[in-house]
């Protein structure tokens, strides 16, 4: 288990070539849930250098582990994690992916923060419209300096918040290359570690190799998902999960890698540090 601040080091670092890992939702299976400390902590052992995660705000104002806008995945239900309370979602049953009751339960973002503590490098998605009482829970837990916020750079509000918290860092979602200025400004004013690309083909702007040059030039790294998680969902320009360990990592990460990669979010977190090592990367 790497230390979490050589990991944001690496980060920083432009001359630092390692090859950093993201864990989508950490590593889950059967009655292991996405989403929950678990499945972080498993993650972390098996190579991921830090962990993406989802969070919602329950009826009641509590900030609870949940990706999904509706509950019909994961609760067989209709209703919403705003339309609810804590007490009323630790009620139900939790299915996991086999569509089976599970044992474990959603998990608050205070159980988290407590067992994830210097342990690793959090990285918030999906949860942009609570990001005060996220953030007023990461100061509560001295947590602030371990954890980055995710948010897409073309929506207004985040981009407003991000400019006005110093102390915190941030990875912003950007496929519309017009919005090459919105970027340099909000480099200019906040920690900008890192710039997620979000490609569906190699011919997309971002992904060519003058936008590299241009956000290296910056000194922003560049982070892209390798997930296959549906036929509909493309990541990567296609250079995903799935072609990598049918075709192995050189037909997929190594595409990335190619590219400029810098972080690659992915499933398949240790598969994906074997191939790393192989590739001395």
Known sequence: MENWREVLNKMWDMDNREILIASHRGKFSSSVMENTTLAFLLAIGEGAHMVEMDLAKTKDGRIV???????????????????????????????????????????????????????????????????????????????????????????????????EHKDCMFIPMWKEIELLDRLADLKTAAKVPAVEITPKKVTDDVFRPET??????RHMKVWCNSLSLAKRLVYGAGFDDLKSLYHGGDA?????????????????????????????L
């Open 212 to 217: 590299f040059k241009w956000l290296k030039d």
């Open 65 to 163: 582990a949940h990706h999904d806008n509706d509950m019909t995945r994961l609760f067989h239900a209709a209703e919403t994690i705003e339309e609810k309370t804590l007490e009323e979602l630790e009620a139900m049953p939790l299915y996991n992916y086999l569509g089976e009751i599970c044992v474990e339960r959603l998990e608050t973002f205070d159980e988290i923060l407590d067992g994830l503590k210097d342990k690793t490098v959090l990285v918030l998605d999906k949860c942009w419209n609570c990001w005060d009482e996220v953030y007023e829970l990461l100061v509560k837990k001295d947590m602030v300096e371990q954890t980055i916020f995710k948010f897409y750079l073309r929506d207004e509000k985040p981009l407003i918040w991000a400019m």
């Open 252 to 280: 997929g990460w190594g595409e990335l890698i190619k590219q400029g990669v810098d972080i690659i979010q992915t499933d398949w977190p240790y598969e994906l540090k074997c191939y790393l090592e192989t590739r001395k």
